[in-house]
Nanobody, 117 residues
């Protein structure tokens, strides 16, 4: 019941910042817990961050704690990932997803983030 489209990816120098957006369509966006995942070349997809639909409680992978901030604007049906102090190892395709029950049921197509050294 939700469609997701990521944007904001691109090329950035190490130490720089980038903000990703995930535009959602559907009448129940505010009722879904949302998350960001990433997949680097040669690696499996990994969890990055999530935010609950109620209370806006957040959770982060250890690798991005203190550097990334997940947020949502329900009025704009948009999920964000503010990425600071970027490192080359952050290079990956970033995906947003919506949680339905215990499953990440809805996914965007991904946006490429490349961090140069």
């Amino acid at each position: 019941q939700v469609q997701l489209v990521e944007s904001g990816g691109g090329l950035v120098q190490a130490g720089g910042s980038l903000r990703l957006s995930c535009a959602a369509s559907g009448r129940t966006f505010s009722r879904y817990s949302m998350g960001w995942f990433r997949q680097a070349p040669g690696k499996e997809r990994e969890f990055v961050a999530s935010i609950l639909w109620i209370g806006s409680m957040t959770r982060y992978a250890d690798s991005v704690k203190g550097r990334f901030v997940i947020s949502r604007d329900n009025a704009k049906n948009t999920l964000y990932l503010q990425m600071n102090s970027l490192k080359p190892e952050d290079t990956a395709v970033y995906f947003c997803a919506a949680l339905e029950g215990s499953n990440w049921s809805y996914w965007g197509q991904g946006t490429q983030v490349t961090v140069s050294s």
